[in-house]
T-cell receptor
Framework: EAGVAQSPRYKIIEKRQSVAFWCNPI?????LYWYQQILGQGPKLLIQ????????DSQLPKDRFSAERLKGVDSTLKIQPAKLEDSAVYLC???????????FGNGTRLTVT | RKEVEQDPGPFNVPEGATVAFNCTYS??????FFWYRQDCRKEPKLLMS???SGNEDGRFTAQLNRASQYISLLIRDSKLSDSATYLC?????????????FGKGTKLSVKP
């Protein structure tokens, strides 16, 4: 079974620039998550999709972050404009259903300078 | 009180030692519980689910105490390869959807 694919693996940008991350979940997984993991902390949920609908985006800083999953498969997460405190690893995960174990991608390590 | 709290690390133990991690959660309605393992600069991976009756997988034993809102993970005969960060994860339901809450993690370092 192919795992969760994410790209890019690394990204370095200056503050106020824009950046986008891409995620392809495991085939057949209805639920897709974006997490932010700051160094030394556990992953923090940014947004959860069930198919192509958003079910939880309560912790997404909507003034600068946006995410979509238009066809219920791939997803993109965008930050515009980036701030220094956005430096983190952005993890995409998918699961068969909302209460099934998560399968994580390798993550995108973002550095904002 | 944070939703999921774990023992502050790091734990530095010799090979063969037994080590225990604790985790407390604040939401008494939490439904499911998990331990994930995260290696340095890698993604978290599911280690084991935690069942009410307690469960064991080889050298790993997970326990749940709903009354005290407490979860534990015991590792016996620790190996060098057990060195990692262990994340306690709690599933809460809000409406019809589950929401997984991660603890900060406890770092384990097993030394020869």
């Amino acid at each position: 079974e192919a795992g969760v694919a994410q790209s890019p693996r690394y990204k370095i940008i200056e503050k106020r620039q824009s950046v986008a991350f891409w995620c392809n979940p495991i085939s057949g997984h209805a639920t897709l998550y974006w997490y932010q993991q700051i160094l030394g902390q556990g992953p923090k949920l940014l947004i959860q999709f069930q198919n192509n609908g958003v079910v939880d985006d309560s912790q997404l800083p909507k003034d600068r972050f946006s995410a979509e999953r238009l066809k219920g498969v791939d997803s993109t997460l965008k930050i515009q404009p980036a701030k220094l405190e956005d430096s983190a690893v952005y993890l995409c995960a998918s699961s068969l259903e909302a209460d099934s174990p998560l399968h994580f991608g390798n993550g995108t390590r973002l550095t904002v300078t | 009180r944070k939703e999921v709290e774990q023992d502050p690390g790091p734990f530095n133990v010799p090979e063969g030692a037994t080590v225990a991690f604790n985790c407390t959660y604040s939401n008494s309605a939490s439904q499911s519980f998990f331990w994930y393992r995260q290696d340095c600069r890698k993604e978290p991976k599911l280690l084991m689910s935690v069942y009410s009756s307690g469960n064991e997988d080889g050298r790993f034993t997970a326990q749940l105490n709903r009354a005290s809102q407490y979860i534990s993970l015991l590792i016996r005969d620790s190996k060098l390869s057990d060195s990692a960060t262990y994340l306690c994860v709690v599933l809460n339901y809000g409406g019809s959807q589950g929401n997984l809450i991660f603890g900060k993690g406890t770092k384990l370092s097993v030394k020869p």
